[in-house]
C-alpha cells in the first residue's frame, strides 16, 4: 500500500502564498516522477508542475514564474511553493506521484487539497 498525504491549502487573499507539501508512505523502493496537478470544477484535470528523480522540471503555462515544484528524495516528499496568487489559482490540487514498489510501478494520487485564493 502507498498513501500520498498532501497539506498547505487553505485560503489567501491575491498577491499571496502558499506552501503546498505532499508526503509518499507505504511499500516505496523508488520514487520516480512527481508532480501537482489541479482540476476546476468541470474541467479536466491539469498539470501545474512535474519534477523528475533528478530534478528536471516541467511547468504549465500558465504558473511559470510564479510557482516553484521541489523534492526532498530522503523523505519522499514533493512540495509545490505558489506565490503571487490569483483568483484563477482557486481549485483542488492534487499530488502525483509514479511509485515503484516491490511488486508493481504504479501513479498514485492524493486526495486533494483546497486553494482558494480572494480577489
Known amino acids: 500500500q502507498v498513501q500520498l498525504v498532501e497539506s498547505g491549502g487553505g485560503l489567501v487573499q491575491a498577491g499571496g502564498s502558499l506552501r503546498l507539501s505532499c508526503a509518499v508512505s507505504g511499500n516505496i523502493v523508488v520514487i520516480n516522477d512527481m508532480g501537482w496537478y489541479r482540476q476546476a470544477a468541470g474541467k479536466q484535470r491539469e498539470l501545474v508542475a512535474s519534477?523528475?528523480?533528478?530534478?528536471?522540471?516541467n511547468y504549465a503555462d500558465s504558473v511559470k514564474g510564479r510557482f516553484t515544484i521541489s523534492r526532498d528524495n530522503a523523505k519522499n516528499t514533493v512540495y509545490l511553493q505558489m506565490s503571487n496568487l490569483k483568483p484563477e489559482d482557486t481549485t483542488l490540487y492534487y499530488c502525483?506521484?509514479?511509485?515503484?514498489?516491490?511488486?508493481?510501478?504504479?501513479?498514485?494520487w492524493g486526495r486533494g487539497t483546497q486553494v482558494t485564493v480572494s480577489s
Open positions: 519534477i523528475t528523480r533528478g530534478g528536471s522540471i
Open positions: 502525483n506521484a509514479e511509485v515503484k514498489t516491490t511488486s508493481v510501478t504504479i501513479k498514485y
